[in-house]
Nanobody, 123 residues
């Protein structure tokens, strides 16, 4: 089992920045990738960014960033702290959502979810 604990959400004005953190504990040796989804009211959950952290594919470091946030959001990792970060710059009101950290074991589905953290961007 793996536990994910998120932090860093909050309220910010448009154009501002926030950094989300997601710390993993437990059987982290099994993890292949971690990242972030977000879900705004009335919309489906969407993938924001992900990063490979090794595990099954041993392809640590490869990242993905959704087109809607490319150039503004950056995902990174600190293996020593078992933590993944999402640096969010130039935030827009449409970035307002609950952001969920996730982790998978490379088997084609999400294995673990964080509790979610609210990000609200005011205009």
């Amino acid at each position: 089992q793996v536990q994910l604990v998120e932090s860093g959400g909050g309220l910010v004005q448009a154009g501002g920045s926030l950094r989300l953190s997601c710390s993993a504990s437990g059987s982290i040796f099994s993890l292949n990738a971690m990242g972030w989804y977000r879900q705004a009211p009335g919309l489906q959950r969407e993938l924001v960014a992900s990063i490979n952290i090794g595990g099954i594919t041993n392809s640590g470091g490869t990242t993905y960033t959704a087109d809607s946030v490319k150039g503004r959001f950056t995902i990174s990792r600190d293996n020593a702290k078992n933590t993944v970060y999402l640096q969010m710059n130039s935030l827009k009101p449409e970035d307002t959502a609950v952001y969920y950290c996730y982790a998978d074991e490379g088997l084609g589905y999400i294995d673990y979810w964080g509790q979610g953290t609210q990000v609200t961007v005011s205009s």
